[in-house]
């Protein structure tokens, strides 16, 4: 079975662009959730999505936004992007039909750099 | 309130050991605690999780212990391995959120062969 699919893998932007982050989540899973990794700030939460509805946002400002597809897929975008945003982001699908486990499945995530 | 936070930042533990990491939290309202380890250049992948109405679980070589009136909560590696080296984070989340984690800082394991 698959495990979850994050591209790209690696990307360089400046300060000012956008970026869409993708990620497939493992078959069958419907939610997805989004973290950020940073050396500074460790892994923060920034959104979840289930069935195309964003359930819960993390305390991220409103330039990073996303979005999930009728077939689970996600997007992340960060717009006007900041020295700050570079990180590791990663995506997490998960069984929330399960009596809420929580178990999360991590992608090898998306390492933006800002320049 | 959100906090949660977690010691020591690295650890270094002779094969065959056993090796502790703490975390500590402050909402009352968090249920759900799982921990997580993360190779280089890998995703976190969940390693044990626990509910706070239990004291203890083990898995294997992995046991978390649950303090509630403390508001603390550990994991020990027994027996801990040179293949255990990786970081580890703990977490906790709010009852009917189990995918919003707040996790700990980490802690980077080293197990001496």
């Known amino acids: 079975k698959a495990g979850v699919t994050q591209t790209p893998r690696y990307l360089i932007k400046t300060r000012g662009q956008q970026v869409t982050l993708s990620c497939s989540p493992i078959?069958?899973?419907?939610?997805v959730s989004w973290y950020q990794q940073t050396p500074g700030q460790g892994l923060q939460f920034l959104f979840e999505y289930f069935s195309e509805t964003q359930r819960n946002k993390g305390n991220f400002p409103g330039r990073f936004s996303g979005r999930q597809f009728s077939n689970s897929r996600s997007e992340m975008n960060v717009s006007t992007l900041e020295l700050g945003d570079s990180a590791l982001y990663l995506c997490?699908?998960?069984?929330?039909?399960?009596?809420?486990?929580?178990?999360?499945?991590f992608g090898e995530g998306s390492r933006l750099t800002v320049l | 309130q959100q906090q949660v936070k977690q010691s020591p930042q690295s650890l270094i533990v002779q094969k065959g050991g056993i090796s502790i990491i703490n975390c500590a939290y402050e909402?009352?309202?968090?249920?759900?605690f799982p921990w997580y380890q993360q190779f280089p250049g890998k995703g976190p992948a969940l390693l044990i999780a626990i509910r706070p109405d239990v004291s203890e679980k083990k898995e294997g070589r992995f046991t978390i212990s649950f303090n509630k009136s403390a508001k603390q909560f550990s994991l020990h590696i027994m027996d801990s391995q040179p293949g255990d080296s990786a970081t580890y984070f703990c977490?906790?989340?709010?009852?009917?959120?189990?995918?919003?984690?707040?996790f700990g800082s980490g802690t980077q394991l080293t197990v001496l062969p």
């Open positions: 909402n009352t309202a968090f249920d759900y």
């Open positions: 078959s069958g899973h419907r939610s």
């Open positions: 977490a906790a989340a709010l009852s009917g959120s189990a995918r919003q984690l707040t």
């Open positions: 997490a699908s998960s069984l929330p039909g399960l009596p809420n486990t929580g178990e999360l499945f």
